[in-house]
């Protein structure tokens, strides 16, 4: 007998906000459905229901006898942070599969031997990952729920883990913004939008396709809404005044019922909007530093208190134009490299000197703004232009007037991780650095850095383990970072991705 999970009408509201609103959908094994959709349109919230980790508002999940369901969430769970990795491996999977995430663990590059009496809270985050998807795995449920699975791997991890899922037998229903994820795991594609659900069959730019013609087919009909509204206004005030003859009132009635329905639902829905646009936003024009040295590293050294140096005597330069990606696996020490280059660590030796008189912007997951503050008065301030200014400049990350002014701890993360994009490429700046700047973002606001990192004439330095992200930047130069030397590499991703692979 077939293992299937069926949602029922089900409605999730969190206060005043609606996230699913009467979804229908049905999940069967052995289906390969990625789940994509912005920041905040309820993804992981519709994991959780299938999980049965949340209760719906409304409607009924009913799973088939015997289905088992496995849910690996975004971020490791807080009440397990204080466990060992071998308590953690035998509270939530048991002794008899031990041994199987062992092996899977090992491949993924973690060894549970050597880790088994560490606390899962010491663990980096990608070990933490590792674990958590390789007990998933080893249970060998009927549903593998995922919830961005490729957080905080590395990028040799990431081909390894999709290796391991690829040869999953049971169902597999998993969040992810990375294309390459997508297309390497998906058969069908299930979008979370305005509370509903749209699945198409097929990849990534199956799903593209499918998604455009949908916005043609909204479109559409908001038009024809928009239509039949100005005609009912000038029907009403007719209908008005001869109803206040007393004549032809259910008419009246009937005219002022759909013009009030029409308009709600119009205001409600609003005009349909291609999220796929790509934002225009000033590049660099500089030509000051025109085939000159940008930065010049001599002898860096740098460990952290007692342990041992992440890298010793590093040398190199970065010149005008470059859009370095920088390479390692993780724990190399690529991020605290960055740091010493932004000048937030000090190194033990050596120096990082940038050319003078450039503008440098760094960019991480952390920048953080007031949350009181709106998309408006952030870039008003970062920019000092007017207001209108400000809207001109947000109205081409795609905000509309009304999210203009709302305070940002209102708005979606990838609407927030916009202002940041806007901002950063927006200056004008002579050097861009950018740490890991696809985690966490929506396929709309990836669309958009990459758009952006394309066609800017600022240098780029670039962390990501986004392998799509990496393929589809033009041009680039490999830095690899491994066992304490940076090199700079003339070989293909692959030819790159195999080197670390092996260590």
Not at 77 to 104: F, K, N, S, W
Not at 108 to 122: A, I, N, Q
Not at 372 to 397: D, M, N, W, Y
Request: with cysteine; glycine share 6%; hydrophobic share 35%.
């Amino acid at each position: 007998m077939q293992k299937t999970i069926s949602l029922k009408d089900i409605t999730v509201d969190f206060g005043t906000k609606t996230v699913l609103d009467c979804v229908s959908m049905r999940f069967a094994v052995p289906d390969r459905v990625s789940v994509v959709g912005e920041n905040g349109e309820g993804k992981s919230t519709l994991l959780k229901v299938i999980a049965g980790t949340l209760e719906p508002s409304d409607g009924v999940v009913h799973k088939s006898n015997g289905t088992r369901v496995h849910y690996v969430p975004q971020e490791f769970l807080h009440e397990h942070m204080d466990l060992t990795v071998e308590a953690y491996i035998t509270q939530t999977a048991g002794h008899q599969v031990y041994q199987r995430i062992e092996h899977l663990a090992k491949d993924m590059g973690f060894s549970v031997p050597r880790h088994k009496d560490t606390l899962c809270r010491s663990l980096s985050g990608g070990q933490q990952k590792i674990i958590a998807l390789a007990v998933g795995v080893a249970l060998r449920p009927d549903f593998l729920l995922l919830d961005e699975p490729e957080n905080h791997l590395d990028i040799v991890t990431r081909k390894k883990m999709l290796h391991i899922l690829q040869h999953f037998s049971g169902a597999l229903i998993c969040i992810s913004h990375d294309r390459g994820v997508i297309d390497t795991l998906a058969r069908s594609v299930l979008e979370v939008a305005k509370g509903k659900l749209h699945l198409s069959e097929g990849g990534y730019a199956d799903y593209r396709e499918a998604r455009l013609r949908r916005i043609e087919g909204a479109q559409r009909t908001f038009d024809t809404e928009e239509k039949r509204i100005t005609q009912l206004k000038k029907a009403y005030v007719i209908a008005q005044q001869k109803a206040y003859r007393g004549k032809e009132t259910a008419a009246y009635h009937r005219i002022k019922d759909e013009l009030e329905t029409l308009t709600q639902s119009h205001k409600t829905n609003k005009r349909a909007a291609d999220t796929f646009t790509k934002i225009k936003l000033s590049s660099s024009t500089s030509d000051l530093h025109q085939s000159k040295l940008l930065l010049k590293v001599t002898g860096l050294t740098y460990g952290y208190p007692g342990e041992k140096p992440l890298f010793k005597k590093l040398s190199f330069d970065i010149r005008v134009g470059s859009h370095v990606v920088l390479l390692g696996r993780n724990g190399s020490g690529k991020s605290t490299l960055l740091k010493l280059l932004e000048g937030r660590l000090v190194p033990q030796s050596g120096t990082a000197e940038w050319a003078p008189g450039i503008a440098v912007r760094y960019f991480d997951q952390h920048m953080n703004f007031n949350p009181q503050h709106t998309p408006c008065e952030v870039v008003e301030e970062h920019f000092g232009v007017s207001a209108e200014r400000a809207k001109a400049i947000l109205g081409s990350v795609k905000f509309d007037l009304e999210r203009m002014e709302r305070p940002l701890e209102s708005l979606s993360g990838g609407e927030r991780m916009r202002v940041k994009f806007a901002i950063v490429f927006g200056m004008n700046p002579d050097v861009i650095v950018l740490d890991e700047p696809t985690n966490h973002v929506d396929i709309t606001t990836w669309d958009i850095l990459l758009e952006q990192c394309n066609k800017t004439t600022a240098t780029l330095i670039l962390v990501t383990h986004d392998e799509e992200f990496i393929t589809e930047l033009e041009p680039k130069l490999f830095y690899v970072l491994n066992q304490s030397e940076l090199t700079v590499r003339h070989k293909t991703l692959d030819e790159l991705l195999a080197e670390l692979s092996a260590i």
